[in-house]
């Protein structure tokens, strides 16, 4: 299965993205990235035929979409928003059941091969435990797995999540994001989300669509990063305009953790101040005058005098 977007223009009274462009294939995920505003739901919903194109068009096989009935467009992609409805009165058990009503009408009982796979999926998904629970008692991070298993007892080949890592811890992240890896190698599936937290999401996506200044920009992930310095230099965010902060010479991390301390502890002009790193403490100048420093605490210290 292949999914392409070709020269996509899609918005409300102006384009919000214009001629975009975009290929996936079988075992692909995909993670879309980009600010606040700038379209990604809008794409999402323009995929599902939710929302109509400007102009260009969204194949599936050389299919376009919009040549589709929503059902068969329900029976190539599932989609999982964040903020999903939870309907009342429903288990786990009953919410993944659902996924399989799209091949069938909604009188028909579910066969044994039916109710196996969802079996299997709840097993899959460690839910089995929680397979009669009301949805209202699950914990965030169930629940969005639970609609999760609805989208893979669906059983699409291509699988859309908006934003399904929101509300989650760091565990809860890595366990989705290790999931929906899993199950495009394992399973053969295209699988597209979107996420904010793209530091820690595109460890687990083979390509990335960056939405930016209105245009779609779509490749291997680290080859649409490497393009976009704004997004992979540390922020260092300038909060006090009284400080000025010193030369720093330190791996990312270091820099970074320093920078907030000088920031919020000594807010004032320390440029003629240099710090270096090495390896385990640090080397700081100030008008020819060594110091050597291990801890925060110690530079607190030393700049207090
Ligand atoms: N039905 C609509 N009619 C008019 N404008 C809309 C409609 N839906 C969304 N918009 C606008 O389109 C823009 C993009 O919205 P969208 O929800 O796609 O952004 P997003 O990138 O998903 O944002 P976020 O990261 O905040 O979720 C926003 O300015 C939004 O207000």
């Known amino acids: 299965m292949n999914i392409d977007l070709k020269n996509i223009t899609f918005g409300f009274s102006k384009p919000l993205i214009s001629e975009g ?4 294939e079988t075992g692909d995920v995909c993670l879309i990235i980009g600010d606040n505003g700038v379209g990604k739901t809008t794409l999402i919903k323009s995929i599902l035929g939710q929302n109509k194109l400007m102009s260009g068009g969204v194949f599936l096989d050389e299919n376009n979409l919009k040549n589709l009935a929503s059902k068969e467009i329900a029976q190539k992609i599932s989609i999982v928003f964040s903020k999903s409805q939870i309907p009342n009165h429903f288990t786990v058990l009953d919410l993944i059941s659902f996924g399989k009503y799209i091949h069938y009408p909604y009188y028909f009982k579910l066969n044994k091969t039916d109710l196996q796979e969802v079996d299997e999926i709840i097993e899959s998904l460690g839910l089995k435990e929680f397979e009669n629970f009301q949805l209202q008692n699950l914990s965030d991070g169930n629940l969005q797995k639970a609609f999760i298993g609805r989208a893979l007892s669906q059983n699409t080949p291509i699988i859309i999540l908006d934003e399904p890592t929101t509300h989650l811890d760091e565990k809860n992240k890595l366990m989705i994001l290790n999931l929906l890896r899993h199950i495009a190698k394992t399973q053969n599936k ?3 989300f979107s996420s904010h937290d793209w530091r820690l999401a595109k460890e687990f996506s083979d390509k990335i669509c960056l939405l930016k200044n209105e245009q779609l920009f779509s490749g291997i992930a680290e080859d649409v990063l490497l393009k976009q310095p704004e997004l992979t230099t540390p922020k260092l ?19 970074e953790l320093l920078y907030s301390f000088l920031q919020k502890n000594h807010p004032k002009n320390l440029k003629n101040y240099k710090f270096t790193w090495s390896d385990n403490f640090w080397e700081i100048s100030h008008n020819d005058n060594q110091q050597k420093a291990t801890t925060f605490k110690e530079i607190t210290n030393m700049l207090s005098k």
Do not use: G
Request: net charge negative; hydrophobic share 45%.
């Open 21 to 24: 462009n975009m290929s996936l």
């Open 190 to 192: 295209i699988i597209l």
């Open 237 to 255: 965010y300038n909060l006090h305009s009284e400080f000025l902060p010193p030369q720093i010479f330190a791996p990312e991390l270091e820099k």
